[in-house]
C-alpha cells in the first residue's frame, strides 16, 4: 500500500489524536503537541509533511516551546529531504533515539480471524489497564500513560479474554480516515496463539462499518517478533521516524 504525501498529515494529525496531548499548537508545517508526561508522542514536534522547505525552521519550534515551557523534543522522519534538519540537530548537540517504524495496510487483510472472545469498549477496564501497563511499570510513566488514554478522541479499547481472563488487548483510534492501532499486549502466557492477530480483527471489522478502509501502527524499530507479525498481516513501512532530544535540559 502506497502513502501519498497528504497521508502524512493525516497520519500524524490520527496519531494525536490517539496519543493526546494536554495542548497542541502549530507553526507551519508542524504540529506542536505540548505534554508534560512521558510519552514522545505526546510532546514532541512533529512536521506533517516530508518536504522541509515549505516548513519553518526548527529554531522556530524550539522558541515556541520553550516560551510555554516546555522542553523542546523532536519527532523527524528518516527521509533523504530531512538529512540536513536532522545533521544541524546533530550539530547542535541534539540525540537521536528510538527509531520507530510507521507501517500501513488496508483492513481487508486483517479481517477473516476468529473475533468471538473480543469486545470493544468504550472505556479500558482494570484488566486492560493492568495489561497495557504490565509489571514493574514506573508509576509516573503508567500515570502519564493513563491520562494520554483518558484524553484520546473516538477510540475503543479491545480485550480478548478466555474463561474471563484478558489474554491480550489493544487499542483502536477512528479519526482523520484512519483505523490507528496503539497499545498491543499480549500475556507473556499466551503469545504464538494468534491473539493479537484476533484483536487487530475485531478492530478491522469496526473500522470497516464506520466505512474506514486503511489502518496504521508506529511499532520501535528494533521489535523484530512485532515486525514480522505486522509483516505477515500485510502491513508495510511507510516511513521510519526518530527523536531528538537536547543533550541538556
Known amino acids: ?7 502524512v498529515e493525516s497520519i500524524e494529525r490520527a496519531t494525536l489524536a490517539a496519543v493526546a496531548p494536554e495542548r497542541v499548537e502549530a507553526l507551519p508545517g508542524w504540529l506542536l503537541p505540548m505534554d508534560h508526561g512521558t510519552v514522545g508522542r505526546a510532546h514532541a514536534a512533529v512536521p506533517i509533511n516530508h518536504d522541509p522547505a515549505s516548513v519553518a525552521g526548527w529554531a522556530a519550534v524550539v522558541e515556541r516551546y520553550r516560551a510555554a515551557g516546555y522542553r523542546p523534543v523532536f519527532r523527524l522522519p528518516e527521509v533523504a529531504a530531512w538529512s540536513d534538519v536532522r545533521d544541524e540537530l546533530s550539530a547542535a548537540g541534539w540525540l537521536r533515539v528510538q527509531p520507530t517504524q510507521v507501517q500501513v495496510a ?3 487483510g486483517l479481517v477473516g480471524a476468529e473475533t468471538s472472545a473480543c469486545t470493544l469498549d468504550e472505556r479500558p477496564d482494570g484488566a486492560w489497564m493492568a495489561m497495557f501497563l504490565g509489571e514493574g511499570l514506573d508509576p509516573v510513566d503508567g500515570a502519564s500513560r493513563s491520562a494520554a488514554l483518558a484524553r484520546a478522541q473516538d477510540s475503543r479499547y479491545a480485550s480478548l479474554r478466555v474463561d474471563g ?3 491480550a488487548c489493544g ?3 477512528f479519526a482523520h480516515g484512519w ?3 496503539h497499545g498491543m499486549r499480549t500475556a507473556a502466557a499466551h503469545r504464538g496463539q494468534g491473539l493479537a492477530t484476533r484483536v487487530l480483527a475485531a478492530m478491522a471489522q469496526e473500522a470497516l462499518s464506520r466505512g474506514i478502509q486503511r489502518v496504521f501502527l508506529q511499532v520501535d524499530a528494533s521489535n523484530a517478533p512485532a515486525l514480522s507479525l505486522y509483516q505477515r498481516l500485510g502491513f508495510a513501512p511507510a516511513w521510519t521516524y526518530a527523536y531528538w532530544r537536547p543533550s541538556q535540559p
Open 106 to 108: 488496508t483492513l481487508a
Open 179 to 181: 483505523l490507528s492501532v
Open 165 to 167: 481472563e484478558t489474554r
Open 1 to 7: 500500500m502506497s502513502v501519498l504525501p497528504s497521508d
Open 171 to 173: 487499542m483502536a483510534c
